[in-house]
T-cell receptor, first 113, second 114 residues
Framework: DAKTTQPPSMDCAEGRAANLPCNHS???????VYWYRQIHSQGPQYIIH???NNETNEMASLIITEDRKSSTLILPHATLRDTAVYYC??????????????FGQGTILTVHP | GAGVSQSPSNKVTEKGKDVELRCDPI?????LYWYRQSLGQGLEFLIY????????KSGLPSDRFSAERTGGSVSTLTIQRTQQEDSAVYLC????????????FGPGTRLTVT
């Protein structure tokens, strides 16, 4: 699986957009970009994923660059409950690692009032 | 709808005792996963069930760990002769057959071995 790089921490004001970057310059053509988050003392939570097109759901938007070497997760109106560790991972659609999630260090997002 | 549930939420046991952890996946999800997460550590894959196929046990750390899934739904993770290094949060997740990277996690069971 391609390595991903994320800033260790970010701050965001409540009500503002939180833009979380992720670098995945070695991503291969069959790997999707997935985002999960983990709020303190809770299990991880799936957010969104994409291959090459931008994606949006009720939680967030995912913007993937045309060369697919980086992406940005956007929480349009961050709330205090969005404070969590956010993980960006590149996962293949098949193969031996299929379905076996591993998280790196992620980005600690702190939303403040 | 109902999410993944796990029980118990907390378990304290003495070294050497056996423990059973239970997971109820989302209804209709054919894939079920067990992970563990130690304090400040990342996610460690343990075992993966997909439908009626033989489970992928490649992540089980020792033969003291086993898991079963009855009737394609509820799963039980059993740890025999627990050791202090088994202390961790044990997480269960489920997914559809075609969305195995889109996993929905339960709240976890915090296991403490004294």
């Amino acid at each position: 699986d391609a390595k991903t790089t994320q800033p260790p921490s970010m701050d965001c004001a409540e009500g503002r957009a939180a833009n979380l970057p992720c670098n995945h310059s070695t991503i291969s053509g069959n790997e999707y970009v997935y985002w999960y988050r983990q709020i303190h003392s809770q299990g991880p939570q799936y957010i969104i994923h994409g291959l090459k097109n931008n994606e949006t759901n009720e939680m967030a938007s995912l913007i993937i660059t045309e060369d697919r070497k980086s992406s940005t997760l956007i929480l349009p109106h961050a709330t205090l409950r969005d404070t969590a560790v956010y993980y960006c991972i590149a996962l293949p659609a098949g193969g031996t690692s299929y379905g076996k999630l591993t998280f790196g260090q992620g980005t600690i997002l702190t939303v403040h009032p | 709808g109902a999410g993944v549930s796990q029980s118990p939420s907390n378990k304290v046991t003495e070294k050497g005792k056996d423990v059973e952890l239970r997971c109820d996946p989302i209804s209709g999800h054919t894939a079920l996963y067990w992970y563990r997460q130690s304090l400040g550590q990342g996610l460690e894959f343990l075992i993966y069930f997909q439908g009626n196929s033989a489970p992928d046990k490649s992540g089980l750390p020792s033969d003291r760990f086993s898991a079963e899934r009855t009737g394609g739904s509820v799963s039980t993770l059993t740890i025999q002769r627990t050791q202090q290094e088994d202390s961790a949060v044990y997480l269960c997740a489920s997914s559809s057959a075609t969305g195995v990277n889109e996993q929905y996690f339960g709240p976890g069971t915090r296991l403490t071995v004294t």
